[in-house]
């Protein structure tokens, strides 16, 4: 099975700040990788799609990148609205779509 | 607008059976494959399983095969998890989700653009 890890866990940044999060794949995974966004008490939402893709209506402040087992996902300029965990999405073996363990984003 | 609206929070008892609701609107049921993805408290996003409301094609997680029942009735556009002996162990948030998928050529590309709100199930004596 393909093993998908997160790092940092956690993190804490002051408003404004860049924030980047690695998500890293066992293998190679090519570009079929997903960021979701998780405010507490709240349902997942889908924020990029295959990597790099920006979902329609999610703020350009947000980014992806990567293919392989290497990918990063960047919050350009932190807002206080953006307090929440972050998990990546493999499915390189359909139909398994494997969520990463989560990082959970502060404010400082 | 598409939604996926899901039934409500549920209490139950260890070893009772129980059937919860996804049920989509806005957009063609029958053409995009829903998933389910539970949520322990305090815990990450597990996978569980995906149906295809056209023909009813079902894959389930290894984690959840056996433990979990996904069925759909597309002439409702319902899908449904279901148990048939809940365990303590089967407490948490489910959601349920729509699947993209989007193919040209050699390329492909699979994600859940619409999630439902959750359906808590607590399971306690």
């Known amino acids: 099975d393909i093993q998908v890890t997160q790092s940092p866990s956690s993190l804490s940044a002051s408003v404004g700040d860049r924030v980047t999060i690695t998500c890293q794949a066992s293998?190679?995974?090519?570009?079929?990788l997903n960021w979701y966004q998780q405010k507490p008490g709240k349902a997942p939402k889908l924020l990029i799609y295959?990597?790099?893709y920006l979902q329609i209506g999610v703020p350009s402040r947000f980014s992806g990148s990567g293919s392989g087992t290497r990918f990063t996902f960047t919050i350009s300029s932190l807002q206080p609205e953006d307090i929440a965990t972050y998990y990546c999405?493999?499915?390189?073996?359909?139909?398994?779509?494997?969520f990463g363990p989560g990082t959970k984003v502060e404010i400082k | 607008e598409v939604q996926l609206v899901q039934s409500g929070a549920e209490v139950k008892k260890p070893g009772e059976s129980l059937k919860i609701s996804c049920k989509g609107f806005?957009?063609?049921?029958?053409?995009?494959?829903i998933g389910w993805v539970r949520q322990k408290p305090g815990k990450g996003l597990e996978w569980m399983g995906i149906?295809?409301?056209?023909?009813?094609?079902?894959r389930y997680s290894p984690s959840f095969q056996g433990q979990v029942t996904i069925s759909v009735d597309k002439s409702i556009n319902t899908a449904y998890l279901q148990w048939s002996s809940l365990k303590a162990s089967d407490s948490g948030m489910y959601y349920c989700?729509?699947?993209?998928?989007?193919?040209?050529?050699?390329?492909?590309?699979?994600?859940?653009?619409?999630w439902g709100l959750g359906t808590l199930v607590t399971v306690s004596s």
């Open positions: 999405q493999q499915y390189d073996n359909l139909p398994s779509f494997t």
């Open positions: 293998q190679d995974i090519s570009h079929y």
């Open positions: 295959d990597a790099s």
């Open positions: 989700a729509r699947k993209i998928y989007y193919g040209s050529g050699s390329y492909f590309g699979n994600w859940f653009d619409t």
């Open positions: 806005g957009y063609s049921f029958s053409s995009y494959w």
């Open positions: 149906i295809s409301p056209g023909d009813s094609d079902t």
